[in-house]
C-alpha cells in the first residue's frame, strides 16, 4: 500500500532526518512592501510590525520595528525651527532607525577589506531602478515622459575625491526617500548582520559583505559624506538625503539649485574618505565596472579621458629653409607633427547583450560561471549550467544552473521562497518571484534566467498562473533541468554527483512523491547504500545491473541506519543467496521508494513484510512444512492472540529463531517508528497495524524446534508459554519495532536468565519469584507507552 501523507507530514518526515528544514523568514525587499503587508494585516508571523503607518509630516510619521526583540522607532523627527527656517527649501533631520546605526557602526568602523565592493551594491540599486521604471512603464507610460535613455552613468573627481553615479530609474519621491534609506526592511542586510554576528562569535573573518551586500549602506565603506539626489515621475520636485558616516542622523530637503536638477532618475554623489579617494580615479572605476558589474542589462557609461592623434604644422626656422636651397618664390612644403589631442567623454565599459542572447558557441564556460555569481551572488562555480532556446509551439531562451552547495541556513523544501529564476519578457525583467509556476517547487534550487517574446509584458502573477504558454515552459524547463542533473551523474567525476547529492537529494526524493509525471526522470537519480555497497551510494541502475539473471524484484529495507538494516534479520536468507537489498535510511525514502513502485519493470519489494518470493517456491516442501509445524503455528497463535494476524514458517530465516513481519498493506517498522515520532498515527490506526503483522519461525532452529516438541508433548506447559512471549518481545525488538512493553520485556529476559542459570548451576537462588519479577516491571509503561502520542500531538 502507498501511505498517502499530506504536505504537513511530509514536511514533518524530512525534519526527522539528519537535515531540518525550517520555514524561511519573510523576505521583504523593501518599505513599500511592508505597509504593503501591514495594510494587508500580513504581520503577525513576519519578524516586525508597524504600530502606525506614515503619513506626510516626518514629525507623525512613526514606524516601529520589533527587529528581533528590540522594539525600535524606525523615524524620529528631529527638526527645529532654526534648521527649518535657515534656507528656501526647510532640511529636515532625521534619525536613523536603530538597526541602521548598528549597521553604519559596522560597516565604518569593522569592515575594512574588500571596500571595493560598495560600487556593484550602488550600480545593482540603480540597474534594479531602471529595471522597475521600464517595468511599471508597461502599463503607466506616463513615467516615460522624460525622454531620457534609460542608462547609469559614473563620473570621477579624482583631485577632490568625489564620485557621482547617476541613473534614469525610477526614482524616489520624498516619502519613499524617507521610507527606503534610513531604514532596513529587507532580508539581505538582516541576513548579513545576522551572519556577521555569527561568524564573530566562530571567530572568523568579518569579509561577509561580498557575499550579502549592504544595498545602499555600503557607499559608507568608502564615503564619509553621501547626497542622494532623487527625482520620481510622479513627482514634481526633486530631494537630496544627505548622510555623514559618523552621525546618527540624516536629512532631507528639497533641490532648489537648477544646475543639480535631472528630469528623472537618482544622482549619488560620494564624498570620499581621505584614505580611499584612489577610488576616484577614472581607470579604477572603469575596472571596478568591468569586473563587478559585466552582466548588468543596461549600459553603463564611465566618464574618462580620451584622445585623438591629429597634425600640426611645425614653424620652420627661416634659415634652415634658405640652406636647402630651395626658391623662396616656390610653395613650401610645409613640416607637420602628430599630436594627441586630450578630451573627456562617455566610455561604454560594459557588454550590455544579455549573455543569454548570445550564441551558445560563442560563449566560454567562465563567462557562464561568471554570470551566475554576478547574478545570483555566489561565491562557488556552479556544478552544471545548461544554455538552451526552444522553438516552435512557444519560444523561449534560458541558461540553468545547478548550484554546487545548499542555500545558507537551509531552506523549506515544501515551501520554498526563492529567488532562483528570473524572467524577462522581451529582455525586460519581469520577476523573480515564484512560487512552482515555473519549476516544480522541489526543482526550486535550480537557478537562472528565462527570456520569452511570448508573454505579454504586463504579466501579472494570476496571468503566469493561469498561462497555456508557461505551462509549456514550464515542461520544457524541467526537462532541460534533468538532462542537466542527469549530466552531472553520468560524468566522469563521481565526486560532482555525490556533491548534488548531499546537497539536492532530499529535494529529488520529494519529487518521487510529489511529481509522478517525472518519475522515469527521477528515479535514475536515486542514490542508496545497499547490502553489498555500505559505504558507497548506488543507483538503481547500478542495482538492476548487479541483479541475478532470475531475480524479479528490487529488495530494500527501510531503517534507521546502515548499522541497523544491515544486522536485521530480514536479511539473513538474501545474504545467503546473494541478493543485494538496497537500505533506505533517510526517513523519507521509503516513502519515496513506495511512490515509484518499479524501476525497468522490477517491482520495489519490501524484505520486512509477507509473502516475500525469493523465487524458491516448493509446493511439496511447504506441505511437509505444514504438517510438521501446523501445530506449533496455531498454538503460538493462540498464546499471541490479537497481537498477530497469523503464525507462519519463514522463509527468509537461517540464524535468528522468529522475525516480526508487517502485513503487504501495512505499515513497515520503520515508517511505524516515523507515524509515532510525528504523531501522525494515531493509536486505534497503531493497533491496527500491529494486528496486521505475521509472526514467522524458523524450523531450523533449536529454540523452535523444543518449542514445537513441548507444544505437542504439553502444550499447557507454562514455562513454554512463557518462551512464546519473550520470543515475541524479542523478535519484536530485532525486526525494529519498538516493544509494548519494553519494563515486561526486561522482566521475561531476567527470568529465562535465571532459568538457564539455575539449570547451569543446579540450584534456584533465595526464592526468586520469576512470575512476580515479571509483572514488577510491567505496570505504569504500558500507560506511558499509550499515552506518549497524545501528550505530544494531541492524538490518541
Ligand atoms: N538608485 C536608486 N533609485 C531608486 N531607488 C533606490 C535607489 N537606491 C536605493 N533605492 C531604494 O532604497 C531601497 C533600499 O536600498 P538598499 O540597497 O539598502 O536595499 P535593497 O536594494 O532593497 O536590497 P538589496 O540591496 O539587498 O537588493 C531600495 O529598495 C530602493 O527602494
Redesign the pocket.
Known amino acids: 500500500m502507498m501511505h498517502r501523507l499530506s504536505r504537513r507530514s511530509i514536511s514533518a518526515i524530512l525534519q526527522t532526518g539528519a537535515g531540518r528544514y525550517r520555514n524561511g523568514a519573510a523576505s521583504v525587499?523593501?518599505c513599500s512592501c511592508l505597509d504593503k503587508l501591514a495594510a494587508n494585516g500580513d504581520v503577525g508571523a513576519r519578524p516586525y510590525s508597524i504600530l502606525s503607518t506614515g503619513q506626510t509630516s516626518p514629525t507623525k510619521s512613526i514606524k516601529a520595528f520589533n527587529l528581533g526583540n528590540e522594539s525600535v522607532l524606525g523615524l524620529r523627527y528631529q527638526s527645529t525651527a532654526a534648521e527649518s527656517s535657515s534656507s528656501e527649501s526647510p532640511v529636515e533631520k532625521y534619525e536613523y532607525q536603530a538597526e541602521v546605526s548598528r549597521l553604519m557602526d559596522l560597516i565604518v568602523n569593522s569592515l575594512y577589506s574588500n571596500k571595493e565592493v560598495f560600487l556593484r551594491?550602488l550600480i545593482?540599486?540603480?540597474s534594479?531602478?531602471l529595471d522597475k521604471l521600464r517595468f511599471l512603464s508597461v502599463t503607466e507610460s506616463e513615467l516615460l515622459k522624460d525622454a531620457v535613455d534609460l542608462d547609469i552613468r559614473i563620473q570621477t573627481d579624482k583631485d577632490n575625491g568625489i564620485i557621482t553615479i547617476t541613473?534614469s530609474?525610477?526614482?524616489?519621491t520624498r516619502q519613499?526617500l524617507v521610507d527606503?534609506?534610513g531604514t532596513i526592511a529587507?532580508s539581505?542586510?538582516a541576513k548579513f548582520l545576522k551572519a556577521l554576528k555569527e561568524s564573530k562569535d566562530a571567530g572568523a573573518d568579518s569579509n561577509l559583505i561580498g557575499q550579502f551586500?549592504?544595498?545602499?549602506?555600503s557607499a559608507f565603506l568608502v564615503a564619509e559624506r553621501v547626497e542622494v539626489s532623487?527625482k520620481s515621475p510622479r513627482s514634481d520636485k526633486q530631494y537630496v538625503w544627505e548622510g555623514e558616516s559618523n552621525s546618527s542622523t540624516y536629512s532631507v530637503r528639497e533641490e532648489t539649485d537648477p544646475a543639480k536638477l535631472i528630469p528623472r532618475?537618482?544622482r549619488?554623489t560620494l564624498y570620499l574618505k581621505h584614505d580611499d579617494k584612489g577610488f576616484a580615479h577614472p581607470e579604477r572605476i572603469q575596472k571596478l565596472v568591468k569586473n563587478y558589474s559585466q552582466f548588468v542589462s543596461f549600459p553603463i557609461y564611465t566618464w574618462q579621458e580620451k584622445g585623438y592623434t591629429k597634425e600640426v604644422e611645425v614653424d620652420e626656422d627661416p634659415s634652415e629653409a634658405t640652406k636647402d636651397g630651395q626658391d623662396e618664390t616656390t610653395e613650401k612644403k610645409k613640416k607637420t607633427k602628430t599630436i594627441v589631442e586630450k578630451y573627456w567623454d562617455w566610455e561604454l565599459t560594459n557588454e550590455t547583450q544579455p549573455i543569454w542572447l548570445r550564441n551558445p558557441k560563442e560563449v566560454t564556460k567562465e563567462e557562464y560561471n561568471e554570470f551566475y555569481k554576478k547574478t545570483f551572488n555566489e561565491y562557488l562555480d556552479p556544478l552544471a549550467s545548461s544554455h538552451f532556446t526552444t522553438e516552435g509551439e512557444v519560444e523561449f531562451r534560458s541558461i540553468l544552473y545547478v548550484p554546487s552547495v545548499a542555500p545558507m541556513g537551509k531552506e523549506d523544501i515544501i515551501n520554498p521562497k526563492t529567488k532562483n529564476i528570473r524572467l524577462y519578457v522581451k529582455r525586460v525583467f519581469i520577476s523573480d518571484d515564484f512560487d512552482g509556476e515555473l519549476f516544480p517547487r522541489y526543482l526550486s534550487f535550480i537557478k537562472g534566467v528565462v527570456d520569452s517574446n511570448d508573454l505579454p509584458l504586463n504579466v501579472s502573477r494570476e496571468i503566469l498562473q493561469e498561462s497555456r504558454i508557461i505551462r509549456i515552459m514550464k515542461k520544457r524547463l524541467v526537462r532541460k533541468a534533468f538532462e542537466m542533473i542527469q549530466g552531472i551523474a553520468l560524468s566522469d567525476n563521481r565526486d560532482d554527483y555525490d556533491k548534488f547529492w548531499e546537497n539536492f537529494g532530499k529535494h529529488i526524493k520529494l519529487g518521487c512523491l510529489d511529481d509522478k509525471e517525472n518519475h522515469k526522470r527521477l528515479a535514475p537519480l536515486l542514490r542508496f547504500f545497499s547490502s553489498q555497497s555500505e559505504e558507497e551510494l548506488i543507483s538503481l541502475d547500478e542495482y538492476v545491473e548487479n541483479m541475478k539473471p532470475d531475480q524479479k524484484n528490487i529488495y530494500y529495507i527501510a531503517s534507521d541506519s546502515v548499522k541497523s538494516a544491515k544486522n536485521t534479520p530480514f536479511l539473513e536468507k538474501l545474504i545467503e543467496k546473494d541478493l543485494e537489498v538496497l537500505f533506505l535510511v533517510d526517513p523519507i525514502d521509503e516513502i519515496a521508494i513506495q511512490n515509484l513502485k518499479s524501476y525497468k519493470e522490477k517491482d520495489f519489494v519490501d524484505i520486512s513484510k509477507e509473502d516475500l518470493d525469493l523465487g524458491e517456491k516448493n509446493e511439496e516442501k511447504e506441505k511437509e512444512m505444514k504438517q510438521e509445524f501446523g501445530q506449533i503455528c496455531d498454538w503460538i497463535k493462540k498464546r499471541l492472540g490479537d497481537k498477530v494476524a497469523s503464525v507462519q514458517v519463514s522463509n527468509r530465516l537461517s540464524a535468528s529463531p522468529c522475525v516480526l513481519v508487517s502485513g503487504k498493506f501495512g505499515w513497515s517498522a520503520n515508517m511505524e517508528r516515523l507515524m509515532k515520532a510525528q504523531t501522525m498515527g494515531d493509536a486505534s490506526s497503531l493497533d491496527f497495524m500491529r494486528s496486521r503483522r505475521i509472526f514467522e519461525i524458523n524450523p531450523q532452529h533449536p529454540i523452535i524446534q523444543t518449542l514445537n516438541a513441548a507444544c505437542k508433548s504439553n502444550p499447557d506447559d507454562e514455562e513454554a508459554l512463557r518462551a512464546i512471549d519473550l520470543l515475541f518481545d524479542t523478535a519484536s525488538v530485532s525486526s525494529g519495532f519498538t516493544p509494548e512493553n519494553p519494563a515486561q520485556l526486561g522482566g521475561r529476559i531476567y527470568e529465562m536468565m535465571n532459568l538457564a542459570l539455575s539449570a547451569k548451576l543446579g540450584t534456584s537462588f533465595g526464592g526468586f519469584d520469576q512470575q512476580a519479577t515479571a509483572q514488577a516491571h510491567a505496570p505504569e509503561t504500558v500507560e506511558a507507552e499509550i499515552v506518549e502520542p497524545a501528550e505530544s500531538g494531541g492524538q490518541k
Open positions: 525587499s523593501c551594491e545593482s540599486n540603480a534594479d531602478a541613473d530609474g525610477i526614482g524616489m519613499e527606503c534609506l529587507q539581505g542586510t551586500g549592504v544595498g545602499f549602506y532623487t532618475g537618482t549619488l
